[in-house]
């Protein structure tokens, strides 16, 4: 089956098209100019910061251009995490510091380069392994997150275009490692240095703790060779437990941020990769200007050629009338696209109960070949309702619990926890929609030889509302658990039924959500299929 083109014979001309459908033909002759494509450097410099922009400007950059520059991505990554490195160590290297630098980078280098010569096979396999990995990575990513991009196009176009931005992302990995590592190369530096003014007690240089002594227990002189070897750790402890004390008392003096480096490194690494997963997705979601393709007049219910049938006939297959498969009515677009009189948050709860309760019914308001954002918008108010469900579930699961309460009045914990949930739960819902949406999407355009990806990308975030939903049952399962470990009853069920414990809580909260999510794949696959012989 050819994916790649889908005009046939019978298809309309375009003044039959714009007789059949007038607002199409007004849209495409209202297009905007393709904006000017640039250079792959200037690519990689503005993707950081401008993702959508260098998208819109790239959708002609060949694949192989983008691949190089995916690669040097990663030199530059590399060098950006040695320099970090050599910053953060750079009070130990004491006088001559650029020297000693350089002499450690010839020593490492040396090393791995006997380490290349001394086990051909197994190096060359690794190398491989680390750039097949790399390479896996990237082609995954583009297609998890190809159906957020997609338009009425041939499959392989989109697929092209989410990998050309998956790897050209890769300019955002050397910024995301200066965030994260940044701060924590320049608390590593103070660290150093405060290390350096130490000017207590030290160990000897030569103080290694003793062995324990290799005799069997049947040899005669395995007593006297016990004693003293504890004899030994007992002298090694007495000179060194003085040292440990002194470097303690003093590292209580630090301040709090060298003590606890994770409390900012853990919250900016999670923030940084929602950031990473934003920019990838305004990328991959950019304005483009796609040639319109003429697809086949067909009847919406069973699929029959109507190029010859009029429109006051009907469809001689069903007995549908055709003019509820091409009229000016059919395919009208979303209630959240129209945004009626009764608000915007009536509206959304309107959509989110349609797509669940008649899936069929709207995705046959879906604009299959127009390209449209609302559903975007719509979808990041489900993301604000989840994180608030996230951070809600966290706050009453910690209540429950009785050996954290102390522990979390620590203030690096109280920064850690919040921002990783919110993230955590934000994220996984996007991943979570766009690779259902491709799942669904691919699948049922293979079946019906069309791009069916835009209307699946476009369903999955109506069903925003859905995943709302599994949210509250989820925090609902992870807080009924927690109580269930607190007062003990998992474990009494456990034996009861004669199952492990966490085998129990396993199931307890894996199936309903198992559960979530076929009921969710489902509704996505009914809606989309609805668009198979849309003719708008």
């Not at 001394?118 to 680390?130: Q, Y």
């Not at 290390?195 to 003793?210: F, H, I, N, Q």
């Amino acid at each position: 089956m050819n994916l790649t083109q889908t005009t046939t014979t019978d298809a309309p001309s375009p003044a039959e098209q714009a007789a059949v459908f007038p607002q199409e033909a007004t849209d495409h002759a209202e297009e905007v100019t393709e904006p000017k494509q640039i250079s792959l450097p200037r690519a990689l410099l503005l993707a950081p910061f401008r993702p959508a922009w260098v998208a819109e400007r790239t959708t002609h950059l060949p694949l192989k251009r983008a691949w190089l520059g995916h690669w040097f991505s990663a030199v530059s990554t590399f060098v950006v995490i040695g320099l970090l490195l050599l910053w953060a160590n750079w009070p130990t290297l004491g006088p001559n510091h650029i020297t000693k630098a350089v002499q450690a980078t010839q020593r490492e280098l040396a090393l791995l380069i006997s380490q290349l010569a001394r086990f051909p096979i197994e190096s060359t396999l690794a190398v491989i392994g680390v750039i097949a990995l790399v390479e896996v990575g990237h082609l995954a990513l583009a297609l998890n997150l190809m159906s957020w991009g997609a338009r009425d196009e041939p499959l392989r176009n989109t697929f092209g275009f989410a990998l050309r931005q998956t790897w050209l992302s890769g300019a955002r990995i050397s910024i995301a490692i200066m965030i994260i590592g940044g701060p924590l190369a320049a608390i590593e530096y103070e660290n150093q240095t405060w290390s350096a003014a130490y000017t207590g007690p030290k160990p000897p240089e030569d103080l290694v703790l003793p062995a324990r002594p290799v005799i069997s227990r049947n040899d005669p002189g395995f007593a006297k060779a016990m004693a003293d070897h504890k004899a030994a750790v007992d002298a090694y402890f007495r000179i060194y437990e003085p040292v440990v004390t002194a470097r303690r008392e003093w590292s209580a003096r630090r301040p709090w941020l060298l003590k606890v480096p994770y409390a900012i490194g853990v919250p900016l690494g999670f923030m940084t990769s929602l950031w990473f997963l934003w920019a990838l997705v305004r990328s991959m979601g950019a304005t483009r200007n796609v040639p319109p393709i003429a697809h086949e007049r067909r009847c919406i219910e069973c699929g029959y050629n109507l190029h010859t049938i009029a429109m006051e006939s009907r469809c001689p297959e069903c007995g549908k009338p055709v003019v509820e498969s091409l009229g000016p009515k059919v395919h009208p677009g979303t209630p959240w696209q129209h945004h009626p009189p009764g608000g915007v948050l009536r509206t959304w709860w309107q959509c989110a109960v349609d797509v669940v309760r008649g899936p069929g019914a709207f995705g046959r308001t879906l604009r299959v070949r127009e390209s449209t954002t609302a559903h975007r918008r719509f979808f990041a108010i489900a993301l604000v309702a989840i994180s608030l469900v996230a951070e809600t579930a966290l706050l009453l699961t910690v209540g429950l619990l009785s050996f954290p309460r102390e522990a979390l009045r620590d203030p690096e914990l109280l920064a850690i926890v919040p921002c990783a949930t919110g993230c955590l739960c934000v994220g996984g819902a996007v991943l979570f929609a766009c690779a259902a949406a491709t799942l669904v999407g691919l699948t049922q355009s293979f079946t019906y030889g069309r791009n069916l990806l835009p209307t699946a990308m476009q369903t999955a975030c109506y069903l925003g509302g859905f995943l709302v939903l599994w949210s509250i049952i989820g925090a609902a399962l992870i807080i009924g658990l927690v109580w269930l470990g607190e007062s003990n009853s998992l474990d009494a069920v456990a034996q009861r039924i004669g199952i492990p414990a966490d085998m129990l809580g396993l199931l307890y909260f894996g199936t309903p959500n198992l559960i979530c999510a076929g009921f969710f794949i489902h509704r996505l696959a009914v809606a989309t299929g609805a668009t198979r012989y849309a003719n708008k």
